[in-house]
């Protein structure tokens, strides 16, 4: 009988299905998440925990998932019990946050199946129900985690009042406690120096944007992620439409940047799309922010047509797999950040086919 | 009957013979280069002289070399003649001065064969002879120049002393009227810092190193010129011994520098070699300047057989055919530099085998 796999070690064999390239409107947008906060009646919330509830907490969701139907195959992690690769690996695929791996302790992450849901345990509230979608599709995503939220609540008692909804650990999570988010490759916003103007307007529409990783990230390849700012006083249907609306618009203004940049400067967006090709094909170290410089550029390339020889799902696994985590998975040990730049470097040149 | 080609069009069809790449030590010598100042004892030196005296100057000389064996297939083109692109051409195959270019009234040049040996008409001498040769081989340039300076000699009278020797304009030249050059590349002396001490040194010793094009130009892509200061009081012999002995020194000095990179830095010099072979076989625009750099990352990639994709006989046609006039003359008119850069780029893209 072979040894059963590591969770996490069978996340590795794959890409996670948000990155299938399989939504709506691949070209712009990368993938589309939803999160609930949610949080036990019974048990104080973080802010005056102690670690005997917080163990009781654990106990108490993973029998509660236990009996939801979409969480039968899914995998309870320990956070506590993994390595701190493995956890630097769960965020890399936005299954825990940066915090959630900074302190494992009485901290789990339940992982269903192809990680389109998943429940971070002892995050900032008792439970953070996350769904992720590929593309644009924050109305799939509502309802897939509005159907899990409903099969956790028929053994879970979550804390909510008529009057404020879902109370929060935080203040600014409480009523749906919940926050919608799409990540957006905005190359020719940026390019053309309008990414600044655009976010200002987002922000003053009650949206946030920020970097890969979420909260204090800095955009990094010209990715972007957009969240819902209001969480209280409307319908999540609502909220959803909202943020719809805007990044219709923010999608049609990065449409129309590309178009521009064809017009008139082909030359230039030819020549930076190949040379990024020509390196990736042949550089021996590349470092996070260069593989993602590269990757942006290479994957403008193959959406505005101008390069055949790739398509987004090869670069959708580079996104993932050039990650510090990933590539040590990958590698089987430890790697150095020199390590990693010269691995990052090899994978790179075997996925895009040259050696 | 087809009709019969301009000269400069027909040394288009081919690399000088000089970048043949066939010399001693080709790996860090490009070329070797001897060139004589001569004037003829019964005309005005150029400080002096007038229209008609220079043009009496060329008639002279082109009836003196028409009796050269060794001139037998030279063509002799008068500078006023042709085209500006065509002046520039015959710059960047060092052929003529750009003081030559600049001033092309009653000036000429008369091209030997393969370009191994010609002769500048009215530039700041009546005659500055020159012979080139591939690699390290100032001695059999200097076999080669001394025989045709002879041969002319037989037919010219040349303005010469016993006590000075050869008479010219400046009085720098007087005595043997010999400059000898050679052109290096010393990539590894450039990335590990050693440089400036070398050529702090090489000043000492009585030698000049300058850029691409001789005097006043800076050195691109880590080629340099070192060529002797001194041309009196000694036999041209001891001159090209004295030469030849610092160059082995700066030679040895590189090739040291070549292993310590290849131990201490084998990574990087790697990824720097491959990056610019990715970026010549996939740009869409490339300067004249970036061109030379990644021309050089290559030859040093190619000598230190770090890389077997491609040969110096390549790099030595790139290097001539992606200069300006090479470029226009290939596409058949005159090119924006932003065209050249778009050219060039295709040129190299074609040459080293990608499309």
Not at 54 to 63: A, F, H, K, S, T
Request: hydrophobic letters at 40%; a negative charge; glycine letters at 6%.
């Amino acid at each position: 009988m072979s040894k059963p796999l590591n969770p996490i070690d069978a996340l590795l064999k794959k890409t996670s299905t948000w990155l299938e390239d399989s939504g709506p409107m691949p070209s712009i947008v990368i993938s589309s998440r939803i999160r609930l906060a949610r949080n036990l009646d019974k048990y104080p919330f973080a802010v005056r925990t102690d670690d005997e509830s917080m163990l009781e907490v654990m106990n108490v969701v993973r029998d509660g998932a236990a009996h939801s139907k979409m969480l039968k195959k899914a995998h309870f992690v320990d956070m506590d019990e993994i390595s701190e690769i493995d956890r630097q690996f769960l965020v890399e695929r936005h299954l825990v946050s940066r915090e959630h791996m900074q302190n494992p302790e009485f901290r789990a992450v339940i992982i269903g199946d192809g990680e389109a849901v998943s429940v971070m345990v002892n995050e900032e509230d008792h439970l953070r129900i996350q769904s992720m979608e590929s593309g644009l599709n924050l109305r799939n995503a509502w309802t897939t985690i509005n159907r899990l939220d409903d099969e956790l609540a028929e053994t879970l008692e979550f804390a909510f009042t008529p009057k404020w909804g879902y109370l929060t650990c935080c203040p600014t999570n409480t009523g749906t406690g919940m926050r919608a988010s799409v990540m957006l490759h905005l190359p020719a916003l940026v390019m053309q120096k309008q990414i600044n103007k655009i976010l200002h307007t987002i922000t003053k529409l009650g949206l946030a944007a920020r970097g890969l990783y979420g909260e204090g990230t800095e955009a990094t390849g010209n990715f972007f992620q957009i969240s819902n700012q209001v969480t209280l006083g409307r319908h999540e249907e609502e909220l959803i439409e909202n943020i719809e609306r805007i990044l219709n618009q923010v999608i049609e203004h990065e449409q129309n940047a590309r178009e521009a940049l064809l017009t008139q400067n082909r030359a230039q967006l030819e020549d930076r799309i190949w040379r990024a090709y020509g390196i990736m094909g042949n550089a021996r170290t590349v470092s996070s922010a260069e593989a993602l410089d590269l990757l942006s550029a290479i994957r403008l390339g193959v959406d505005m047509e101008l390069m055949s020889d790739l398509d987004r799902t090869t670069l959708n696994e580079l996104f993932l797999f050039c990650q510090p985590a990933h590539l040590q998975k990958l590698e089987g040990s430890a790697l150095s950040p020199k390590e990693r730049d010269m691995k990052r470097a090899e994978l790179i040149r075997q996925r895009i086919g040259k050696t």
